[in-house]
């Protein structure tokens, strides 16, 4: 069960419960009252009929902890907390993922429905090649004539089975060091800023070094985002190498016992010779603290962006290496289906998607939840 509906069920549970109990309370002073009235007339009663009254009040209560009554703004909290994430995802998602949900709504899966789910997975950005393939996959399946869309979204789900997806941001003794990556603008030192706060959220201490250097505005972005969620940033001069901000953060982090470093790069472009030879010298120089870091190479990629993240992915995984992916801006986007393509392509774990501008607006990846939204059903919603 989903941990975010272990916790509503919990919350629920405990409500159901207490009414249970008002209920049982209720009835339980039926049954006091009986006995006072059976003891008030005891001399008007004989034994048979107390044991029926008795058996009567029972039933009543029996009754009342079948259908527990539930406040009805429990009722909305569930919903409300239930659709959350699938609400933050833009009209544009949910506009390409209602027409996969037209698509799959069909008994069966005859030319026309294959058609139109071919129009609609080139729509989200599949890619033309991958959404053939897929179909032929879909095609080659024996589909139970009633439940197209229950077998299509197991089938994609398995899609991303190759790998765990989650980011571990424990608290373990060594210092666990990330690095991100990517190209101008992709939601680099937001989604940093989201790790980060997660981090310090699980008690886990957390250092960001602002390796870009480039942009002065860069430093006193992810500065304002440190003093925001209390998370210390360790930035250098303004047009400093790079590599020597990452060489004393990471110093610093070693001497002071941090749990965690995230190192935040100034975008480039992938197919820069120069940009990279800087990032892979940031590799070199974090190696010179420590051989086994960076535990993390994340890529983040706008997933506005499209087709075009397949050349970034390749250009990065050739020069620095790739350990997972952060997909931004699912909330102004159209094309999340390009993750299933990456997720086929690269067989790369992908650690979060982000969903808005917030603090808050990073959503672990967890392929049932991204495969139910791409297909148009709300997050919990019964198929
Ligand atoms: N809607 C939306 N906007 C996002 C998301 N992630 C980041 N952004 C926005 O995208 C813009 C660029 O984000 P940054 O975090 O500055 O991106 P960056 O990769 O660090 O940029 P550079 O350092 O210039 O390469 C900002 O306006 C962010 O608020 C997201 O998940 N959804
Ligand atoms: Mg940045």
Redesign the pocket.
Known sequence: MKSWLKKIGKKFGKKDSQEVSKNRNKETSVINKNNIIVSEQKLNYNKEEIKQKLTKAKIEETKNIDKPSIPSEIKTLNSEKKNSWFNKLGENFKKTSNNIKVALFSKKLDQDTISNIEDAFIMSDLGVSFTELLLEDLKKKKFTEDNIRNQVSSYLETQFAYSKHNLELNSSDELKVILVF???????????AKLANKAKLKNIKVLIAAA?TF?AA?TE?IKAWGNKIGVEVLSGKPEEDPSSVVFKAHKKAIEENYNLLII?T???LHNKLELMEELKKMLRIIKKNDDRAPHNKII?L?STIGQNTYNQIEAFQDKIGITGIIM?????SAKGGSLIGIAKKYKLPIHA?????KIE??VPFIPKDFIDALLGTNIGEKN
Do not use: F, M, P, Y
Request: charged share 30%; no cysteine.
């Open positions: 990517g190209v101008n603008g992709s939601g680099k030192t937001t989604t940093i870009d942009r860069a972005q935040d100034a975008g480039r983040v706008d931004t801006k699912l909330d102004g998607i982000g969903v808005g501008e607006d990073l």
